[in-house]
């Protein structure tokens, strides 16, 4: 009997070996490459990094004026009535130089309590609010000024100046500021003793309009108020990569 089992035994193995051999012949052949052996490293291309400033000094043609109204009253309706008509008078004085609606906004509004010397108690309601309007010629913008505090009612008024489109003037300073970079990159490659090359990149930092002078009026003037506008200054800076040849 022990004959029999072993021969079985023999047999049954080599079957289960075939059924092996099969399956693996029919399963789909996979091949696993080494990063190593087919990824490559892009070289490191040499380059000088520099930066370039420039500035565009120009006169104005815009100038920017915020007027506010405030008032104060017992009550909050009464404060927010009595701004309303003070609002109303100063918009139709300033509609009445010639500010088209599209140039006239509220910038801000206001409307709260006032409290005692104890900080408890309200004593009154105060209200607040603040008009901007755009004033396209900039030499008179001094009687208009006179105008909104004077008949206007305007009780502060802040003047800054600017350009009505900046882009012309920040293609002249972004130009030098690129020149300014050139020259940086070419004294350092003279030092460095190598050729420089072509221009790889080039950002723009900043471009942005500085108003060095702005001016402030409070309350009405008996002489006519002067308001200098001078120039303003448009800043650019640029970083630019220029290649090693």
């Given at each position: 009997?022990?004959?029999?089992?072993?021969?079985?035994?023999?047999?049954?193995?080599?079957?289960?070996?075939?059924?092996?051999?099969?399956?693996?012949?029919?399963?789909?052949?996979?091949?696993?490459?080494?990063?190593?052996?087919?990824?490559?490293?892009?070289?490191?291309?040499?380059?000088?990094?520099?930066?370039?400033?420039?500035?565009?000094?120009?006169?104005?043609?815009?100038?920017?004026?915020?007027?506010?109204?405030?008032?104060?009253?017992?009550?909050?309706?009464?404060?927010?009535s009595d701004?309303?008509?003070?609002?109303?008078?100063?918009?139709?004085?300033?509609?009445?130089?010639?500010?088209?609606?599209?140039?006239?906004?509220?910038?801000?509004?206001?409307?709260?309590?006032?409290?005692?010397?104890?900080?408890?108690?309200v004593?009154?309601?105060?209200?607040?609010?603040?008009?901007?309007?755009?004033?396209?010629?900039?030499?008179?913008?001094?009687?208009?000024?006179?105008?909104?505090?004077?008949?206007?009612?305007?009780?502060?008024?802040?003047?800054?100046?600017?350009?009505?489109?900046?882009?012309q003037?920040?293609?002249q300073?972004?130009?030098?500021?690129?020149?300014?970079?050139k020259?940086?990159?070419?004294?350092?490659?003279?030092a460095?003793g190598?050729?420089?090359?072509?221009?790889?990149?080039i950002?723009?930092?900043?471009?942005?309009?500085?108003?060095?002078?702005?001016?402030?009026?409070?309350?009405?003037?008996?002489?006519?108020?002067?308001?200098?506008v001078?120039q303003?200054d448009?800043?650019v800076?640029?970083?630019?990569?220029?290649?090693?040849a």
């Open positions: 009997m022990q004959r029999l089992i072993a021969p079985l035994g023999i047999v049954l193995v080599g079957v289960i070996a075939a059924a092996v051999v099969v399956a693996a012949s029919n399963r789909s052949q996979v091949i696993v490459a080494s990063p190593s052996a087919t990824a490559t490293t892009p070289p490191i291309e040499q380059a000088i990094l520099t930066s370039g400033d420039a500035t565009v000094s120009t006169r104005p043609d815009l100038a920017i004026v915020q007027a506010g109204i405030d008032t104060q009253a017992p009550t909050a309706s009464a404060a927010q701004l309303s008509a003070k609002a109303g008078k100063l918009i139709d004085r300033i509609k009445a130089l010639g500010v088209a609606d599209g140039d006239l906004n509220t910038t801000g509004y206001w409307i709260g309590p006032v409290y005692g010397p104890q900080g408890q108690a004593t009154s309601f105060r209200a607040t609010e603040q008009l901007q309007l755009k004033w396209h010629n900039v030499d008179s913008v001094g009687r208009a000024l006179d105008a909104i505090v004077q008949e206007g009612g305007a009780t502060n008024v802040y003047v800054s100046f600017t350009l009505n489109d900046p882009k003037a920040q293609a300073a972004r130009s030098l500021a690129i020149a300014d970079a020259a940086k990159a070419g004294a350092m490659a003279s460095a190598v050729r420089l090359g072509q221009v790889l990149q950002s723009d930092l900043s471009s942005n309009t500085r108003v060095p002078y702005p001016y402030l009026a409070s309350g009405a003037a008996a002489a006519p108020t002067q308001v200098p001078g303003i448009v800043q800076s640029v970083e630019v990569d220029f290649a090693i």
